[in-house]
């Protein structure tokens, strides 16, 4: 035995974290060379980077302000000047729908990133700790999965009283549960295999173990629920504005704004046709994108297959580099 090389254990805990970092940027073409052939996901991103763009350059495409009242131009039909036409304002519909997809869209962004780490930090405590900490985790996502997600939003919602900032904490403490669960479930499967336990004995801790090994290994479903998450998230977002429990007028808003026209639709559909259609259509963007994501990453389905065949043989060069040969590969590694 050669006196200069490291213990076993050491080569096996190190080299599971190395070669996952390494492989995955050196796959990163690949998977988005699979993504491009993926016409789901190639629509959902067209669809979510259009309105995305649309809304980061809102004062170069209107320039309208979307909150300036003109009694006068009330209920204009579409023209060259006012593309969509007024409302029963005078306000500009187009200025109102680009700028109030600022708001939906990064209120929705921020409450998915909100449910996403509450979620996951929980799942990843409750299913490597086990326990007393997994029991009591676990009954609270039985009750609050017991609970319909959008009362239970609308009735937090209430209770810290009207406003955008409340609206998304309320969803984040609803809708949290559904990505603990399935975290908990995978780090369960994870955690008594052979590389968390020769990292255990390589003497890394708890935490080095839950950040470098387990959640790499959780990542692929949580990016995938992250990103069906935001269709929902949105959807719920302009329900409860649409109740009055969102923005406070005039921020423009999309679920606002089908509120406001809901009054005027025979008089002026234009008012409800376009945020709706707005919300349509974001929403079927994040779908798509998310079941296109799907489909790559599942190693089951043609195209997860095809990216995943050349991201485990780089694991395996790399780990026959590292060992020299000599190690078995962990289950993390997987084989051709």
Do not use: Q
């Given at each position: 035995m050669n006196p200069s090389a490291p213990p076993t254990e050491v080569i096996t805990a190190e080299a599971h974290v190395l070669v996952p970092e390494a492989s995955r940027v050196a796959s990163r073409p690949g998977l988005l060379r699979v993504m491009a052939r993926d016409r789901t996901a190639m629509?959902?991103?067209?669809?979510?980077?259009?309105?995305?763009?649309?809304?980061?350059?809102?004062?170069?495409?209107?320039?309208?302000?979307?909150?300036?009242?003109?009694?006068?131009?009330?209920?204009?039909?579409?023209?060259?000047?006012?593309?969509?036409?007024?409302?029963?304002?005078?306000?500009d519909v187009f200025a109102r729908l680009l700028f109030g997809a600022r708001v939906s869209i990064s209120s929705a962004l921020v409450?998915?990133?909100?449910?996403?780490?509450?979620?996951?930090?929980?799942?990843?405590?409750?299913?490597?700790?086990?326990?007393?900490?997994?029991?009591?985790?676990?009954?609270?996502?039985?009750?609050?999965?017991?609970?319909?997600?959008?009362?239970?939003?609308?009735?937090?919602?209430?209770?810290?009283?009207?406003?955008?900032?409340?609206?998304?904490?309320?969803?984040?403490?609803?809708?949290?549960?559904?990505?603990?669960?399935?975290?908990?479930?995978?780090?369960?499967?994870?955690?008594?295999?052979?590389?968390?336990?020769?990292?255990?004995?390589?003497?890394?801790?708890?935490?080095?173990?839950?950040r470098r090994h387990l959640l790499p290994n959780v990542v692929g479903p949580v990016v995938v629920m992250t990103t069906l998450e935001l269709g929902i998230t949105l959807l719920a977002i302009s329900a409860l504005s649409f109740l009055g429990l969102g923005v406070t007028?005039?921020?423009?808003?999309?679920?606002?704004?089908?509120?406001?026209?809901?009054?005027?639709?025979?008089?002026?559909?234009?008012?409800?046709?376009?945020?709706?259609?707005?919300?349509?259509?974001?929403?079927?963007?994040?779908?798509?994108?998310?079941?296109?994501?799907?489909d790559v990453l599942d190693p089951r389905t043609v195209h997860g297959a095809a990216w995943a065949a050349p991201r485990r043989r780089a694991r395996r060069r790399r780990w026959h580099d590292v060992t020299g040969g000599d190690q078995a590969l962990s289950p993390g590694q997987g084989r051709d």
């Open positions: 629509v959902g991103l067209v669809i979510v980077s259009t309105l995305s763009l649309a809304a980061v350059l809102a004062p170069l495409l209107s320039s309208h302000d979307p909150n300036a009242v003109d009694v006068a131009r009330r209920f204009l039909p579409p023209s060259s000047e006012f593309p969509l036409g007024t409302d029963h304002l005078g306000r409450a998915t990133a909100g449910i996403t780490a509450v979620g996951v930090l929980l799942g990843m405590v409750a299913g490597y700790l086990g326990g007393v900490v997994d029991t009591a985790i676990s009954r609270v996502v039985d009750i609050m999965l017991a609970l319909p997600t959008l009362l239970t939003a609308l009735a937090v919602t209430a209770i810290l009283g009207p406003g955008l900032d409340n609206v998304v904490v309320g969803i984040v403490i609803a809708a949290w549960p559904s990505y603990c669960r399935i975290v908990r479930g995978a780090v369960l499967a994870e955690r008594e295999k052979d590389y968390v336990e020769a990292a255990r004995a390589a003497g890394a801790s708890s935490t080095r173990i839950l007028p005039p921020t423009a808003e999309w679920g606002a704004m089908l509120s406001e026209g809901r009054t005027y639709l025979a008089r002026a559909s234009n008012m409800m046709l376009f945020p709706g259609a707005a919300i349509f259509l974001m929403v079927l963007g994040f779908n798509l994108l998310g079941d296109g994501l799907r």
